[in-house]
């Protein structure tokens, strides 16, 4: 918040406290008389100097700062906070009177949503303003009287730190009970009917492209379609085109804190008819039952894709002005933080082309036809054994010839006779 706007702020708080004041007149017959102002010294010099707020709720407690011009909630590392929540806190706690006592029993006021609030599970928000280093107002806040209607003003049970006494106070200041309830959630709003194409890539490679060829076609188309697949169903690929159509955090923290090369799970480059081009990089934190999806976001402009004229009236598209001052705006926003998405839109950002498809259909395959069946074998008769062969019967004796009658034995041969040298014929006489 600017130096301009606090002197705004303190006009405005100065007002809203003499109109509390003039509105509550002197006491009658028919109205009551409020009491007076809880923190008479909150007033509007008191308020433009006040440099903290920390509020307890639910056993937690968060704090929010004053950083040079502009509020921030120091537990989520310094994020902005909204100057609407920062000026009704103030407002109203300048403003808070007395109306009536209620109990003094410690015993009962949880029933006044008063118990400590740094009691986990309690219903009850304690409130501490400082300014110059003072404490300038400490209230413990309980449950709205939205029954009964003072002054035009609600009502609501409040007590003081150190006293059990409770009492019915004029004026509500309403607090947020989370550090997050202190931000403005909403990132940036692209509507879908600007969204020409988005590219989307997971870690692990998966690829899926969306697109519409003309900004008033109604359906959206997958480029990448894998032949012989068909869509599951066409819806599917709008939800994925809707991701930055008024899109909201749900937590936030510097981008710093957040490894994005270790853990990446995937990104998205989505591109308008005209000109505006938006880098979602994301990345998985935490273990695999609580894991959470992250995201940054750069914004750049497609100089190229400008309208050089201006829309047709009725038209979601903006003109080249427009576009660099929005991509500005969110690069302003976005710039050195990670934001946790809402988990369906998350989901999105993270299909698989397959689950966007419907099975693929099997290919009936053709009977091949089966081969003759070849002839069965003739079985060959099965050879008798053969017989053992009989024994052979020995050879009988041949039957001993009767010696012959020695006239009838053959002449013996004349042994054989040494050759002689043969003798020379004796010389004739």
Do not use: C
Not at 182 to 195: E, G, M, N, P, Y
Request: charged residues 35%.
């Amino acid at each position: 918040m600017r130096a301009k706007g606090f002197v705004a702020f303190t006009l405005v708080t100065a007002a809203l406290i003499v109109g509390a004041v003039v509105a509550y007149p002197e006491s009658t017959t028919s109205n009551p008389e409020p009491g007076p102002r809880f923190f008479p010294t909150l007033g509007p010099e008191a308020v433009n100097k006040v440099t903290s707020i920390k509020v307890t709720a639910k056993g937690e407690t968060f704090t929010i700062e004053r950083r040079g011009d502009k509020w921030v909630v120091a537990d989520k590392g310094g994020y902005p906070a909204r100057f609407e929540k920062v000026k009704e806190a103030l407002v109203s706690l300048a403003s808070l009177r007395r109306f009536e006592e209620k109990t003094k029993d410690k015993d009962r006021l949880h029933k006044l949503d008063l118990e400590d609030p740094k009691t986990k599970g309690a219903a009850s928000k304690r409130l501490t303003v400082a300014a110059d280093g003072k404490t300038v107002a400490d209230v413990i806040v309980g449950k709205s009287n939205d029954k009964d209607i003072l002054f035009g003003r609600s009502l609501v049970y409040v007590r003081m730190p150190d006293s059990n006494q409770a009492w019915l106070a004029i004026g509500d200041p309403k607090l947020e009970d989370t550090a997050l309830g202190w931000i403005d959630k909403t990132l940036f709003d692209v509507k879908t009917a600007r969204i020409k194409k988005i590219d989307q890539k997971l870690a692990d490679g998966g690829e899926i492209v969306v697109e519409k060829s003309k900004p008033e076609d109604k359906d959206f188309t997958l480029a990448n379609l894998p032949d012989g697949r068909e869509i599951k169903n066409a819806r599917f690929l709008r939800y994925i085109a809707e991701g930055l159509d008024n899109l909201k955090l749900e937590d936030v923290m510097p981008a710093s804190k957040i490894d994005f090369a270790k853990k990446p799970a995937g990104s998205a480059v989505f591109r308008t008819f005209d000109g505006l081009v938006v880098t979602v990089k994301l990345a998985t934190v935490g273990e695999k039952k609580d894991e959470k999806t992250w995201a940054t976001f750069e914004a750049s402009v497609d100089d190229d894709a400008l309208l050089r004229d201006k829309p047709a009236k009725g038209s979601a598209l903006l003109d080249a002005a427009a576009v660099k001052k929005e991509a500005a705006a969110i690069n302003a926003k976005t710039k050195g933080w990670a934001f946790q998405l809402n988990s369906t839109v998350s989901r999105f950002m993270l299909y698989k082309i397959d689950e966007l498809l419907k099975p693929a259909k099997k290919v009936e395959k053709k009977p091949e036809p089966k081969p003759a069946p070849a002839p069965t074998p003739t079985k060959a008769p099965t050879p008798e054994p053969k017989k053992p062969d009989a024994p052979k019967q020995p050879d009988m004796p041949k039957k001993t010839e009767a010696p012959k009658a020695p006239g009838d034995a053959p002449a013996a041969k004349p042994e054989a006779k040494p050759a002689t040298p043969e003798a020379k014929p004796a010389d004739p006489k």
